[in-house]
């Protein structure tokens, strides 16, 4: 399976993006998909997770209430909609995928998914 990340830019805080993160080979709408971010000399860490069904999420405190994931299982399609971006939200983000047929349970840990893409830049401007 093969993961494309796009939609990052640059944004003042307050504003809004949208990434998209589309999956090929067929394995999308068994597995459970992850938003993870990177920001420079830091660790990646969890952001946004959805089940294979798109009926549970779960998202790091940080963004709570401004960040929201979703997903297209007929478009091989996921998205994490970002508002009121603060600068501290300044780094690469990643989708991530884990197959998982038959399982919706939501995992926040790197080592837990199996396939990631290459990452979109997200700068935040005070």
């Known amino acids: 399976v093969q993961l494309q990340a796009s939609g990052g830019g640059l944004v003042q805080a307050g504003g809004s993006l949208r990434l998209s993160c589309v999956a090929s080979?067929?394995?999308?709408?068994?597995?459970?998909m992850a938003w993870f971010s990177q920001a420079p000399g830091k660790e990646r860490e969890f952001v946004a997770a959805?089940?294979?069904?798109?009926?549970?999420?779960d998202y790091a405190d940080s963004v709570k209430g401004r960040f929201t994931i979703s997903r297209d299982n007929a478009k091989n399609l996921v998205y994490l909609q970002m508002n009121n971006l603060k600068p501290e939200d300044t780094a690469v983000y990643y989708c991530?995928?884990?197959?998982?047929?038959?399982?919706?349970?939501?995992?926040?840990?790197?080592?837990?998914?199996?396939?990631w893409g290459q990452g979109t830049l997200v700068t935040v401007s005070s």
């Open positions: 991530a995928g884990r197959l998982d047929p038959f399982s919706t349970a939501i995992r926040t840990r790197t080592i837990d998914y199996n396939y």
């Open positions: 080979g067929g394995t999308f709408s068994r597995s459970n």
């Open positions: 959805i089940s294979r069904t798109g009926r549970t999420t």
